[in-house]
């Protein structure tokens, strides 16, 4: 049974860091892509991050690039979202996501993704 558990959300002031973790089990992330997602109150879920299986490449959006780092480690197969210069804008509720099949290329689409977690709460009050 695959589960993502993610940890490391909480309340933080603009211009401060978090680092959020998604502990994966049943699945080999040294094997599946693997990448975050967020979902503001009132919008849509969108892309924030995506690390290729092979860590290789490294996918950001726009609005997080420069300020946002995803890294993993696959002896503790857990993925990271480092987030530093935080802004009221990233406010949100944060997501763990893994690909579909292994040794597939993620590149922010939500289809490429077929598990996912509970979520971890981001907020930065303005």
């Known amino acids: 049974q695959v589960q993502l558990v993610e940890s490391g959300g909480g309340l933080v002031q603009a211009g401060g860091s978090l680092r959020l973790s998604c502990a994966a089990s049943?699945?080999?992330?040294?094997?599946?892509?693997m990448g975050w997602f967020r979902q503001a109150p009132g919008k849509e879920r969108e892309f924030v991050a995506a690390?290729?299986?092979?860590?290789?490449?490294?996918y950001s959006a726009d609005s997080v690039k420069g300020r946002f780092t995803i890294s993993k480690d696959n002896a503790k197969n857990t993925v990271y979202l480092q987030m530093n210069s935080l802004n009221p804008e990233d406010t949100a509720v944060y997501y763990c996501?893994?690909?579909?099949?292994?040794?597939?290329?993620?590149?922010?689409?939500?289809?490429?993704?077929?598990?996912w977690g509970q979520g971890t709460q981001v907020t930065v009050p303005s």
């Open positions: 049943g699945l080999p992330i040294s094997k599946i892509g």
């Open positions: 996501a893994a690909a579909k099949y292994s040794y597939s290329a993620v590149v922010g689409s939500e289809y490429e993704f077929g598990y």
């Open positions: 690390i290729a299986w092979s860590g290789g490449t490294i």
